[in-house]
């Protein structure tokens, strides 16, 4: 028993005790002292960046795209709109497993293929987070009804509404307003992200690709508070967009309805100028296509028809086009053979339906079989188009003038039209022979040339800013679309050249039209002003010597283009007109007509002058 007690110690027992609680509440001072710390550190020190985190949860800044410019015809008419369309777009943060998402509105509204992998694409270029990626345009009433019943299931989904592009003219204006179309990788590279951010087209041809800029406008941003759902419950802070600028254009509906469908059924082009001004008041090119379809992407099937189409509808023959002028050009080079001293307005040429070079056994030959006579001067050359003068005349000006006075009125240069895309066709030179095929000029060069032919190549535009040139004796302007504020700029120059000169060739392509030799007086039945004008046929195949064109042997697309350029009222130009019809073969019966009907349609819509009395038929 004595044992038992000596083996106790009550005093070590108390000390041991009392270290052991010592420890335990030093290591909870500690534990607490680095909550408090942590504590102190996330709420004090930290406590701004938090309630900035917080506030991103809460708070979201979204951006307000601009509403894009329309663009007008010169009388007012809407020619470029924007529609209002309900769109289904998804927020990727907010919508957890968007599989599933995807597979659930394939259920409700039908997802397809092509939409959900061009929204797989779109969701790849976002910009930020908490973007939304359309998934479906344009959202019928049902479609809407649906998702606004099954809303509480679709997390993540937004259904808003948007203005979109809408060509109201459709085909008819497709090539000159261009379309917008959806951003693509490398415009999501080169394009500013702040400019664009919420806008999911850009302008990808014609006018809506120049003026871009004008039209896209200022985005603007609003600061909206979400609840947990991430759904907008208020809007706290908002900056206006800037709407994009509206565009005035100089071109008439009326008339460009007339041009496109005068075209209907073949392949070719029509461009009409204000003489006074250089504005384009119709440029048609046909087949075309509907840039309607493009705006909110179009399917694979129709983009690959209109690709593989062998009638090229999506190719701007107006000012991508280039064709061999043919006879249009024999006025201008009248011209660059009277203001050159080459010859007088009293030479004439003998033709017998052929020209030689000297030394040559090679004939050139005349359009016309058994050629137009012994006494052609320029007048008759002119007006009936007797290839055999303008050979003759052509070889003694050397290409040297031929180019120089072709350049003056445009030919082989961009026209400087506010459009993308533009060719500059072909005016050749020795130098330019020499750059561009690495061998000499030859005098037979010189005779294809003289006609149109050869080398030469332009576009309908630039055939209609050359025929504005003779129209308003010289005056150098570059064609425009829109009307600028500051009114009409003066001409950039002058193509010196006397007045009894221009009056000269002036009165001979009214011979073409009014002469009753004239190859296109087919036209001037119940005419009651006059037009200036001048028939071409472009070759699209070689004849050899021996051989006649014989249409009925010669495919239809090798068959040659048809041609016509005409101004009116010859005494007061107010209007300039070419056409081309490809495989037309005839200027006279198939491009001259369309050119009448448009100008018959200009002086219906504008009679400023009264009408004329009839056009002297003596020539």
């Given at each position: ?9 009550p ?14 509440l030093?290591v ?13 550190y ?7 960046e ?7 949860n ?8 601009p509403?894009r ?9 809407l ?29 409700l ?29 344009n ?29 109201p003219f ?23 992200s ?32 979400t ?10 802070d ?11 254009l ?30 384009v008041?119709?440029?048609a ?5 509907d ?7 179009i399917?694979v099937?129709s983009?690959n028809?209109l ?16 064709y ?8 201008i ?17 003998y033709?017998?339906?052929?020209y ?8 050139y ?26 050979y003759?005349?052509?070889?003694k ?11 003056r ?54 055939l ?11 005056e ?35 011979d ?11 036209i ?50 107010r ?22 009907k ?22």
């Amino acid at each position: 028993m004595n044992e038992d007690r000596a083996i106790k110690n009550p005093q070590l027992e108390f000390r041991l005790y009392a270290g052991r609680l010592i420890f335990t509440l030093l290591v909870v001072l500690i534990m607490a002292g680095v909550l408090l710390w942590r504590y102190y550190y996330l709420q004090v020190v930290r406590h701004d960046e938090f309630v900035t985190l917080s506030d991103r949860n809460r708070l979201l800044v979204e951006p307000l795209p601009p509403t894009r410019g329309l663009i007008y015809d010169r009388n007012g008419v809407l020619l470029a709109d924007n529609r209002p369309s309900f769109n289904l777009s998804i927020v990727k943060e907010r919508a957890g497993d968007l599989d599933a998402l995807l597979a659930e509105l394939n259920q409700l509204i039908g997802v397809s293929e092509a939409e959900k992998e061009r929204f797989l694409k779109q969701m790849a270029r976002r910009r930020r987070p908490y973007e939304p990626v359309p998934l479906r345009f344009n959202l019928d009433e049902r479609e809407q009804g649906i998702l606004a019943v099954n809303e509480y299931r679709l997390s993540g989904v937004e259904v808003t509404v948007q203005l979109l592009r809408y060509y109201p003219f459709g085909p008819e204006l497709a090539h000159v307003l261009g379309y917008v179309g959806r951003i693509n990788d490398q415009e999501t590279q080169e394009l500013d992200s702040i400019r664009y951010s919420g806008t999911l087209v850009v302008g990808k041809t014609g006018l809506e690709k120049y003026y871009e800029d004008q039209l896209l406008g200022e985005v603007g941003y609003q600061t909206v508070e979400t609840n947990a759902r991430g759904r907008v419950m208020r809007q706290l802070d908002r900056t206006d967009p800037s709407p994009g600028q509206d565009l005035h254009l100089y071109l008439d509906s009326r008339l460009q309805r007339v041009a496109y469908e005068s075209l209907a059924g073949q392949r070719g082009a029509v461009v009409a100028i204000e003489v006074a001004t250089g504005g384009v008041l119709a440029m048609a090119s046909t087949p075309s296509f509907d840039a309607n379809e493009f705006v909110t992407g179009i399917g694979v099937d129709s983009y690959n028809a209109l690709l593989d189409s062998p009638d090229r509808p999506l190719f701007d023959r107006v000012l991508q086009g280039q064709y061999p002028p043919g006879s249009t050009v024999k006025p201008i080079f009248a011209i660059a053979a009277l203001q050159s001293g080459t010859i007088s307005q009293d030479y004439r040429v003998y033709d017998p339906g052929f020209y030689q070079l000297k030394n040559e056994k090679r004939k050139y030959r005349d359009w016309k079989k058994g050629g137009h006579g012994s006494r052609v001067d320029l007048r008759d050359a002119i007006t009936q188009s007797c290839d055999t003068f303008f050979y003759d005349v052509g070889v003694k000006m050397t290409i040297d003038v031929l180019s120089l006075y072709g350049t003056r009125f445009g030919l082989g240069q961009k026209t400087g039209l506010d459009m993308p895309s533009e060719r500059a066709g072909i005016m050749p030179s020795r130098a330019w022979k020499r750059a561009a095929k690495g061998v000499t000029w030859y005098p037979g060069d010189t005779v294809n040339t003289s006609i149109g032919q050869g080398f030469t190549l332009t576009t309908p535009m630039q055939l209609a800013v050359a025929t504005s040139r003779l129209a308003s004796r010289g005056e150098i302007r570059s064609p425009q679309l829109v009307r600028k504020q500051h009114g009409v700029p003066p001409p950039a120059g002058i193509i010196k050249v006397s007045d009894s000169n221009w009056n000269y060739v002036h009165q001979a392509m009214q011979d073409v039209v009014h002469g009753l030799r004239g190859t296109a007086k087919v036209i001037n039945r119940g005419l009651n002003y006059h037009i200036a004008g001048k028939t071409g046929t472009a070759q699209v195949i070689g004849i050899k010597q021996d051989e006649n064109y014989d249409a009925a042997t010669v495919a239809m697309r090798n068959r040659d283009h048809a041609l016509f350029i005409a101004f009116a009222p010859v005494e007061q130009p107010r209007i300039a007109v070419s056409v081309i019809v490809e495989n037309g073969e005839h200027g006279s019966s198939t491009a001259a007509p369309l050119a009448r009907k448009l100008i018959d349609a200009y002086m219906e819509y504008y009679p400023e002058t009264p009408p004329l009395e009839p056009a002297d038929e003596s020539r």
